[in-house]
Structure formats: structure tokens, C-alpha cells
């Protein structure tokens, strides 16, 4: 969210934002999920989960990826003009929200999307 509130007060260029997004975005689709929740604790060189617990916790944190999921939504907003990128950028904060976070076992006809992962719940729709 600084991120959008940056370019919005013109502290960094559109472009320099764009820039940004689309780094953490590719870090994101890379970093492991454990049943589609991204870990508190990452490693920002290898994208790995860091045992912070205990060895038998896989590191998942559902509030921390409701976070992140309200920021990349707002971002997702923000940044839907009629560029090139910011298309691409938007179609991938998308896949990433809707790949879901298999808390819940598959339903028939429905689905669980990260987008409506809010405040730590899982809505299923």
C-alpha cells in the first residue's frame, strides 16, 4: 500500500512503483506456499521458508497473507491503467489471488480464491 500512497503523492514516479510491484510480484510467484498461504518468515535471496517455530511448523501465516492480499488488491486497483505492464501486472496480481488456499477441501462447482481472503477469514464462494 506505501507503495500506491508513494506514487500517488508523486515520491516516486509511476514507473519506479511499477517497477517495484513487479519485482515483489515475481518474488511472490516463486516463494513456497503451504496450502496457499505464504510464510511469515522468508528468505529474500533464496525465496525459502525460515524455521522460526519449531521444525515441524511449515511457516504459514493466514493473517500476514490477508495483509498482503488487501495490499496487492488495492495495488491491483491503483495500477490498472492502459499500459502495457500495468495490464500484465494486473492479470498476474489476479492468478496470484486466485490460486486457492486449499484450507477447505474442493467443493463441487465452487472454489476458494485468495481474493476473498479478508482479515484471516476464508470465505468460499
Not at 515520491?11 to 519506479?16: A, D, L, N, P, S
Not at 498476474?92 to 472454489?111: E, H, I, N, Q, W
Request: charge should be positive; aromatic fraction near 10%.
Amino acid at each position: 500500500m506505501a507503495l500506491t500512497v508513494g506514487v500517488d503523492r508523486a515520491f516516486i514516479t509511476r514507473e519506479q512503483g511499477l517497477d517495484r510491484l513487479i519485482k515483489i510480484v515475481s518474488f511472490l510467484e516463486k516463494a513456497p506456499r503451504h496450502h496457499g498461504v505464504w510464510s511469515h518468515f522468508v528468505d529474500g535471496g533464496t525465496g525459502k521458508t525460515l524455521p522460526a517455530f519449531d521444525m515441524f511448523d511449515n511457516g504459514g501465516n493466514l493473517v500476514e497473507t490477508a495483509f498482503l492480499m488487501v495490499g496487492l488488491l488495492a495495488a491491483r486497483q491503483y495500477f490498472n491503467g492502459p499500459t502495457e505492464r500495468e495490464r500484465g501486472l494486473f492479470g498476474r496480481f489476479t492468478t496470484l489471488g486466485d490460486s486457492g488456499v486449499g484450507l477447505v477441501p474442493p467443493l463441487p462447482a465452487k472454489r476458494c480464491s485468495l481474493l476473498a481472503l479478508v482479515s484471516g477469514l476464508v470465505l468460499v464462494y
